[in-house]
């Protein structure tokens, strides 16, 4: 390999110790950016109340079960629920009376044939009135035909789903543990079958997909060849004929299974070819897995410190949901003014209480406009409506990108530098420096906290414009629904979602080069990319082998933990029923166990895979700037030694 010119040489053989403070300018504005947000959020606390959120609201705005006169009224009841079945109710609100009672009706009622059945006096004892109504003073008809009362209501109970979901986890959050610590013996076994078996498993792997094609192309064939020679088949092409859901007619096609045919031959071809002109590579990426599974192996502290960062980011998703919550709830009660059809075309010039757009006061409608606009009450919109709110939003929405970004960076950085130290010991594990991960640590925020800012906040840029064009596409196609736009805007999300991929991919590496060289953001991901694109080939196997070999963890670890919980909590292993309790949604703790092993296997992994990325950087380091001399001894081990045809001189 011929040597590339990568500057001064590096005597330290890893993570430097003399290092200054990069990117100083971005944690500055990061700072900055968070004391505006913690200025947002004191605001929002201050000025908001989420219970008008969290609890409904009465046609007069007021809020049921919180309110001094409604304490004892937790429900809302509209006297006429199919009147905001209306699509128009989203603008104009629901016209129908809404108030707060007690208790949600226990039986079917019909004034009309109440009154029939039992009389005038027993059916008043029913009805479901607006307050201050005296209902002896007016006939069944006349407290319907007028508003005054709900004409019917039906047999119904308030909405207690999250109340039995609540009681689910009561029951069994102590099986759900046992699921999830079962997961986390699963993924450290993984990884440690990693560190012996990862050179079977991956040409295993590669084996099966080849028998697998080979399977699937000599089906084909035959098919083919029975088609073609079967009497009165049909020799129609797929232009012949029309599309159709009926996927049995394409089946009966000679096309289809030609198509199919020539597919899996190229792609075993392909595979073939890459086999055999990447062959070293894939044993350079094989050892690199190996070598990566003993640095975890030596630093197991590894696999308990994603654990922090993960309560990190717990903390800045509820931080922003409180923010959200609460600023949504600072915006003052909207009343409009409903049951009128179009107001311009009715003598409502009732100005005094309605401005232009239909919004109205409550108090005083009846009284003043009560006869000029007949038919029309004056009801609660929403809650909200300032467009600084909105502005406050957009701040908080950014805040939880910057965040969450932030944490993961840092994250990455810590990991990197830990296995670095690692790699450069001559020694393993004799030579690595007491303490690795903590003084890792200690350098990312004592040093490196501006390139972590810097490199979160390019991420969380196109990440909110991603979100940008995701609103901006919703807005196109209520107004606009033509397949030029749709195209505009499905090739504008494609790119900044390729961009995101690539910086992500390029941030990645940047903080491994930060941790070992102490250089900024900038000088990083520059040596980074500069590096990686000369051993581009070496980089495209190596991910896409270490890709295949995480997902197949992840894979088995998540279907294995569903599976069982499956058996469990549906008592399909008899010898454990008497012990699982009964539960009144039996998918709650099975996507619970399921979601939770995904994210514990994922905690793990993500150790492995930033312990591979490091790795391979520093092996690159490796043999460009060392030569095997007793002056550069190479540092990586003595099986990649032995695939590049290297030695040590010593």
């Known amino acids: 390999m011929s040597k590339v010119d990568v500057g001064s040489e590096m005597v330290h053989r890893g993570p430097v110790k003399n290092r200054s403070c990069t990117d100083v300018f971005c944690l500055i ?47 809302l009841f509209y006297f006429d629920l199919t009147r905001c079945a209306d699509p ?8 129908t009376p809404q108030i707060c009672v007690k208790k949600c009706p226990t039986e079917t009622f019909l004034a009309i044939a109440e009154v029939a059945q039992i009389g005038e006096a027993l059916t008043k004892t029913k009805l479901i009135c607006k307050e201050n109504v005296t209902v002896s003073q007016m006939s ?8 005054h009362c709900a004409s019917y209501y039906l047999q119904s109970e308030p909405i207690e789903t999250f109340d039995r979901i609540f009681q689910d986890y009561s029951e069994t959050w102590w099986i759900i543990l046992i699921g999830l610590a079962i997961s986390m013996l699963i993924s450290l076994f993984w990884i440690v079958l990693m560190r012996f078996v990862a050179g079977p498993m991956v040409w295993l792997s590669i084996i099966g997909i080849l028998a697998l094609q080979g399977v699937g192309f000599w089906y ?36 289809t299974w030609l198509a199919f045919l020539i597919i899996l031959g190229i792609s075993m071809a392909v595979i073939v070819l890459i086999l055999i002109f990447l062959r070293n590579r894939i044993r350079i990426a094989i050892a690199l897995i190996g070598h990566a599974s003993k640095a975890v192996g030596s630093i197991m502290s590894t696999l308990l410190f994603p654990i922090f960062p993960w309560v990190f980011q717990v903390l800045v998703i509820g931080y922003f949901a409180a923010v959200a919550l609460y600023a949504a709830s600072i915006g003052k009660s909207t009343f409009k003014v409903v049951g009128l059809d179009n107001m311009t075309n009715i003598d409502c010039s009732c100005t005094s209480v309605i401005d232009s757009v239909g919004t109205c006061i409550p108090l005083g409608f009846e009284q003043i406009c009560g006869s000029q606009c007949p038919g029309s009450t004056c009801r609660f919109f929403e809650t909200g409506g300032n467009y600084y709110v909105t502005v406050l939003q ?70 909110s414009i991603r979100v940008l064009l995701e609103y901006l596409d919703r807005k196109v196609r209520e107004y606009s629904d033509t397949c030029c736009s749709r195209s505009m805007m499905c090739l504008c999300k494609c790119c900044f979602w390729m961009l995101e991929t690539f910086m992500k991919f390029v941030n990645r590496n940047a903080f491994v080069l930060c941790a070992v060289n102490g250089t900024s953001f900038c000088q990083s991901a520059s040596d980074a990319f500069s590096l990686l694109l000369r051993n581009v080939a070496r980089v495209v196997v190596l991910d896409k082998v270490t890709d295949f070999l995480l997902f197949l963890g992840r894979l088995v670890i998540v279907t294995a933990m569903g599976i069982l919980s499956f058996y469990v909590f549906t008592n399909r292993i008899h010898y454990i029923n008497e012990y699982i309790p009964p539960t009144n949604y039996y998918m709650v703790p099975i996507i619970t166990t399921v979601l939770g092993a995904y994210f514990i296997s994922g905690l793990f992994f993500s150790v492995y895979s930033m312990a591979i990325d490091t790795i391979f950087l520093c092996f690159l380091q490796d043999t460009e700037i ?21 030695k040590n001189k010593l």
């Open 220 to 255: 084909c064939f035959m098919r083919y060849t029975e088609l073609k020679d079967l009497p009165g088949a049909n020799n129609q092409t797929l232009a012949q004929i029309a599309f159709t859901t009926n996927l049995g007619t394409y089946l009966e096609l000679r096309e």
């Open 626 to 646: 060392n030569d095997g001399s007793p002056e550069k001894p190479f540092y990586m081990s003595q099986e990649l030694m032995e695939i590049l045809g290297k």
């Open 394 to 463: 957009i701040y908080n929405l950014f805040g939880l990108f910057w965040g969450l970004f932030f944490v993961s960076a840092l994250a990455e950085i810590v990991l990197a530098g830990a296995f670095a130290s690692w790699y450069w010991a001559f020694n393993k594990p004799r030579d690595v420096p007491a303490y690795p991960l903590t003084n890792s640590l200690f350098r990312a925020i004592f040093y490196h906290l501006g390139t972590v800012a810097f490199g979160s906040l390019i991420i969380a840029i196109i990440r």
């Open 88 to 95: 128009s109710v989203l603008i104009k609100g629901c016209s």
């Open 140 to 147: 069944v008809k006349e407290l319907v035909d007028k508003g």
């Open 29 to 75: 504005i990061f700072i900055a950016f968070l004391v505006g947000w913690g200025i947002i959020g004191f605001y929002g606390f201050t000025l908001g109340d989420p219970q008008r959120l969290l609890h409904p609201t009465d046609s007069n705005g007021r809020i049921c079960g919180v309110d001094e006169t409604l304490k004892d009224k937790p429900y």
